[in-house]
């Protein structure tokens, strides 16, 4: 019991059951006083209008007699009292002074101002003898066009309140009512509990490590929404763990090979191995560009860590583009002489003036500069664009490589994302890209790119102008 006080579904069953009790307590508390109001309102129009009719048959008929007045009281627990007005008048009535006929009663007190003006009186007393409170209804009855007297028409008061049978149906009802109701409850209770205990059960398997369950709640209220949330939540926890899996098997891979290679080239020197001066310096220059490899792999991955933790700083100086990418393209103009590629800047002697971080700006330009020189053939075309549009800084990095294919496009910007012909070139995490449109987002701007296979790619990168 204990246990299912706790539950969700035995609280839900609990607040249910006490809301109907409440409510089945209050709507039969008002529903039995509505009855009762009508009901006695109904038994007291009845005794007026029997006052009124014996009223009309006393003025016609005379006064009535005991043994009817024993019937009425015996059949309809109803007591008939002549009250006098004027005893000449009631002398009058047809057949008066009979032994048999109900004697005039004085002691019962009327408003008779309101009963000469053909108004029919009730009201609750204890009348005298009867040592009991009587609802009576008075009319008066008249003899020779005088008022002679009136009829009371005198009924317990308890015998007026005809609910108190139907208390026993009330209350069969009423627990008829109360069980159904708390079945309805508890299997509401199950049907609202049952989603959540689903989503509680698919919760504690992600937890352990377990994306195989699906959740069947396609409801289309709050547990719906809470469920598709939930879907969305374990779809975007099972790739970042395949991500980080993916990760580390890169980061394994990527800091091997140029640590293979560097401490193999180290030990052939070392060793004096290679004694030739051409040997040598092809020795070297291997070593020189894997440092640089895994230079740019520690930046990209503090980069994603300072990204991730937002312990990234933003300067907000007011610089030239042109000067940041003359800095980009002397920093890549070896590499780009390596590879045969000619690296340019189209826009020179234009000044165009942003408030940005220099230090990121120039950051996001040389990964867009490195990707397009490791993806364009010797022979093609790098070029850095930049102008001023809408009152937003544009630079564009264009190349003339291979391109990239449509599949590929909608997840250039995804975290470790390499399409199969970045994969098998360029080796790498997949980082880059992704680094630079988080900084053009928080620096507000961002990167779009376009490209047609066989003829090259366009980044564009967009910040805002100077104020």
Known sequence: MLNFTKSLKGRLAIYFALAIVFTLLVSGLLSAGLVQRYLQHRNISDL???AETLAGQIESEGLPQRRYNADLERMYGVRAIIVPYQAQALAQLPGAGGSDQVQPNNRVLLNWNMLIKGQTTVQQIRLPGLGREMVMAAHIFKAGGRPAGAVVLAKPAAQLQPWRPLAGWFIVSAVVSLVISLLLAFLLARRLSR??????????????GDFSSRLAVHSRDEIGRLADAFRYMSEEVQKSQEQQREFVINVSHELRTPLTAIAGHTQALKEGVAEDPKTVAASLKIIEAETRRLSRLIEDLLSVAKLDARQFGLRNDVIQVDEVLSDVADRFSREAAQSGVELGIAGAGEELKINTDPDRLRQIISNL??????????????????????????????????????????????RFYKSASAAASSGGLGLGLSISRQLALAMGGDISVSSTPGRGSRFLVTLPAQP
């Open 195 to 208: 989603p959540l205990h689903e989503i509680t059960q698919a919760a504690t398997a992600v937890a352990a």
């Open 369 to 414: 500069v490195h990707n397009a020189l490791v993806h364009t053939p010797a022979g093609g075309k790098v070029t850095m664009l930049y102008r001023s549009a809408a009152g937003r800084a544009e630079i564009e990095v264009a190349d003339t490589g291979a391109g990239i294919n449509p599949e590929d496009l909608p997840h250039v910007f995804d």
């Open 48 to 50: 007026q209008s029997q």
